[in-house]
């Protein structure tokens, strides 16, 4: 089955203490990225990647870090999570292709992940 | 002023009705997403286009480039239908960086 996998779903930790959100997708898409939502501010992009070892920012990055080393994987790293990082966050992939190649360019997100900073 | 911009933000309809949904945005862009996100927080994507009108079953969406205007209408619209959709847009000409309009909260009385 077609899917992106987010871990943990949920976690509460406290400020400065480092964590990693794993997001994992099994469709060899190329394209990854990141995502929080806040009330009132909907969704935002973080971070994205258009291949292995190609990351770049999206609009709110500042205090996440992300990695791809490998193709299926994604990891959003909070180094020194603060309380306005409270938020839910998807992971989402698709595939890379032309925009005039046709075909199904769906988006696949993870099912979320709630974090609690205090 | 927010670079994606929907309306209405708010809808109720009765079931069986038309439905149009629409989004604005201001910056040049490669292409168009629509995503509908269920009450339970999980996020499909429903369409992605750069140009012209795609269909799925009773959804339809369109775009103008030039007016820089895309709607998404739902046809014999069912209580199934009720969750907020949200319009985003791949800015410039990278299919990279999304912006995410506020979305849209439908909610189909039976």
């Known amino acids: 089955e077609a899917q992106v996998t987010q871990n943990p779903r949920y976690l509460i930790t406290v400020t400065g203490k480092k964590l990693t959100v794993t997001c994992s997708q099994n469709?060899?898409?190329?394209?990854m990225s990141w995502y929080r939502q806040d009330p009132g501010l909907g969704l935002r992009q973080i971070y994205y990647s258009m291949n292995v070892e190609v990351t770049d920012k999206g609009d709110v990055p500042e205090g996440y870090k992300v990695s791809r080393k490998e193709k299926r994987n994604f990891p959003l790293i909070l180094e020194s999570p603060s309380p306005n990082q409270t938020s839910l966050y998807f992971c989402?992939?698709?595939?890379?292709?032309?925009?005039?190649?046709?075909?199904?360019?769906?988006?696949?997100f993870g099912p979320g992940t709630r974090l609690l900073v205090l | 002023k927010n670079e994606v911009e929907q309306s209405p933000q708010n809808l109720t309809a009765q079931e069986g009705e038309f439905i149009t949904i629409n989004c604005s945005y201001s910056v040049g862009i490669s292409a168009l997403h629509w995503l509908q996100q269920h009450p339970g927080g999980g996020i499909v994507s429903l369409f992605m286009?750069?140009?012209g009108k795609k269909k799925h079953g009773r959804l339809i969406a369109t775009i103008n480039i030039q007016e820089k205007h895309s709607s998404l209408h739902i046809t014999a619209s069912h209580p199934r239908d009720s969750a907020v959709y949200i319009c985003a847009v791949y800015h410039g000409g990278s299919q990279g960086n999304l912006i995410f309009g506020k979305g849209t909260k439908l909610s189909v009385k039976p």
């Open positions: 469709m060899n898409h190329e394209y």
């Open positions: 989402a992939s698709r595939r890379l292709q032309t925009l005039a190649g046709g075909g199904e360019e769906t988006q696949y």
């Open positions: 286009l750069s140009s």
